[in-house]
């Protein structure tokens, strides 16, 4: 597979338009997720669930629930598809 970076247009067709809107609002959300996570991460130090729940006004369990699924979907995001295609097109 080529690892040259693929320029696209945002103005040549509306299908580019789309796919260059798709790239940004991926990257947004790519960056988020970590940013997210970070701020999670030292909010719930040593498994204070307490602490971050008061953050986030849920319940403990609740906001340990949410600390694994933002985990989760932060690792799924940063995966090698997702960066692969933000550093060749995005």
């Keep these: 597979m080529a690892s040259e970076f693929i ?3 945002s103005t040549a067709t509306p ?3 789309e796919l260059r809107s798709f790239l940004a609002q991926l990257r947004q959300v790519t960056e ?3 940013e997210l996570k970070s701020r999670w991460d030292s909010m719930a130090k040593d498994g204070d669930w307490t602490k971050l729940g008061e953050y ?3 319940p403990p369990a ?3 629930t949410l600390y694994n699924l933002l985990g989760s979907v932060n690792g799924q995001i940063n995966g090698t598809f997702v960066a692969q295609l933000l550093a060749r097109a995005g």
């Design 32 to 34: 988020l997720s970590a």
């Design 62 to 64: 609740d906001a340990q």
């Design 7 to 9: 320029a696209i247009s």
């Design 15 to 17: 299908y580019s338009g």
């Design 56 to 58: 986030l006004d849920v």
